[in-house]
């Protein structure tokens, strides 16, 4: 078997359907979802029951969480298969610490039950798996070469984006009333914590003497994180669909400048994601 | 409750663990470190295949016993300088070349339509031979002076038999034509070849010697 699998080569049944990243992304339908009297202003806003499209929201959201999970799953598994086991000061295929491997093996899994509780819930919420389609950017950000990048990028962004994810589908289920949605949630996100305290520690100690590095794989989540905002669909605004959770962060060893730099990085998704709105309708309009 | 000063026998009645064991403490720390390598290629290459596997049960099901083994790998390596090996990379070590090649050649199937030699791989071959060598270590070290260690094999062996369950009920869920059964054959029948080659996970003598020598036939 390989070292390195390409994220085209993720294997899946019939049921799975993909849709790159960016065509979601630039697809002014599903970044802004204009209700009649409420134009210019932006939309859906946050995820909470009166919303018209809360339960179609809620299920879109809970299968993307699934696909999500099973990436994870996937990503972890690589870490455990593309490295060999050393000081990380050897040549040729890069290596980690014994007890990295050992933290992304039970990162497996937590993942793999994160399948399967994601899999109950959709089913609890009446959504087939396929019903939605699937986008591979997450496990695209777990494929960086260096294990320092690769465990920044899933660790620290993809995983900090699970717990803002998983805050507010807890939330959601409390207002909602929906005591196993609720329930769930609070699970997920506990073993979420503990994934990102995992990168944040092991970018420290891995990085300890190697500023340079540090400082690439911060850059790096900068960039996973951006993609992650999705437009600003996560961010730090009172109408953001998914907030950042900042309790549950900080818990994972996030520290408040990071937090603030993270939702100045959603403004800028958002911004951006505004501007090519504008351009889209410019378009429409000649 | 008698007398609390009256004499009682520091082994109870129904103890009847003994001295000596099979092992010494050198052996027993090899034979640990080959354990520990063994578990680290299995937790190693389960992990790699869940994204090689379009079945999302046995996805899931590699995610859950990649994280078993490399618990066994970490319980092996914190057991290692309990038996003076104080630099535990030195005894994490396949016992021969042999084992070597069957560890590459199990690990080899990556393509999504190999679902099959990948469980076979796992399940058929390697699951039932680590089952006979902790059982064979379980039975044989000193249960008193080897306690850890058994307490180790106690833990290991229940996720082992409920892992090689669900290896064996995923393969037979999967294998539904003669083509796949031969499959499944000729790929377990490659894999076992090379295992006896090696002797078993921890080398010849892994489960001990059943035959009886000319000298002990004579004496």
Redesign the interface.
Known sequence: MRKSFPVEDLARDERFVRVPIMDRINDPRTARQEQAGTKGKRGPGRLTPDRPDAPDAARALMHGIFTGEIQALEGAGRTCWDFEVGSGNGEGIPEVPFELKLDMARQCWDEARHCEISIKLSDHMGTEIGEFSENTFLYEAACNPDPVLRLTGVNRALEGLAIDVFNTMREFGDVAGDAVLEFCEDWMLADEVTHVKMGSDWLRRLTADDKERQQRALEFQRVVDKLFSLGGFRGDEEDSPVRLARRFRELAGFKDDEMDTLAEVAREARQEMDARIEANRAAVAQ | MADPKKPRAPFAPWDRRELPGTFTVEESARRVGHYKWIE?RL??????????????DV??????H??????H??LW?KRLPELREMNPERLTAPPNDALVAFVDAM????A?ELTIEKLVGAYRVLAPAKIAAYTYHLNNTSRITDAPTIRSLGFILQDEMDDWRDGEMMLQSLIETEDELQRAIDHQTKLQRLLLAAGGIAGPGTIGESYITEEETHA
């Open positions: 680290m937790f190693e290459v389960l992990g790699g295949w869940v994204a090689t596997v379009p079945e999302l996805k899931l099901r590699l995610g859950t990649c994280y078993h083994h490399a618990w790998a970490e390596h690990t080899e199937p990556e999504p």
